[in-house]
């Protein structure tokens, strides 16, 4: 079983910029690719970015291309997702997960974080 805690989640001005962090509960982490998604009110869950489990490969949905980044580190056991040029429409739960390969698809992520709020004022 691997437990994943989300961080860093804030009210932030638009334009702003915040780090998120998940932290993963399992000697195994180095073996996951991990990804990002976000869940905001009344909308599906949607797919933010992704990293294999070497930190060599990732990338990010075309809606935040350019001003996200993911990133890891494997002796902390952490992933972490850099956010700038934050916009309104960037308000959303944003969840971590963890699965076996690089992916945008939801359902192929086996663990799940509890979340973490993001909200960007106008």
């Known amino acids: 079983q691997v437990q994943l805690v989300e961080s860093g989640g804030d009210l932030v001005q638009a334009g702003g910029s915040l780090r998120l962090s998940c932290v993963a509960s399992?000697?195994?982490?180095?073996?996951?690719?991990m990804g990002w998604f976000r869940q905001a009110p009344g909308k599906e869950r949607e797919f933010v970015g992704t990293?294999?489990?070497?930190?060599?490969?990732?990338y990010t949905a075309d809606s935040v291309k350019g001003r996200f980044t993911v990133s890891r580190d494997n002796a902390k056991n952490t992933v972490y997702l850099q956010m700038n040029s934050l916009k309104p429409d960037d308000t959303a739960v944003y969840y971590c997960?963890?699965?076996?390969?690089?992916?945008?698809?939801?359902?192929?992520?086996?663990?799940w974080g509890q979340g973490t709020q993001v909200t960007v004022a106008s």
């Open positions: 399992t000697r195994t982490f180095a073996n996951f690719a």
């Open positions: 997960a963890a699965g076996p390969h690089l992916s945008a698809l939801a359902s192929e992520y086996d663990y």
């Open positions: 990293i294999n489990w070497r930190g060599t490969s990732s």
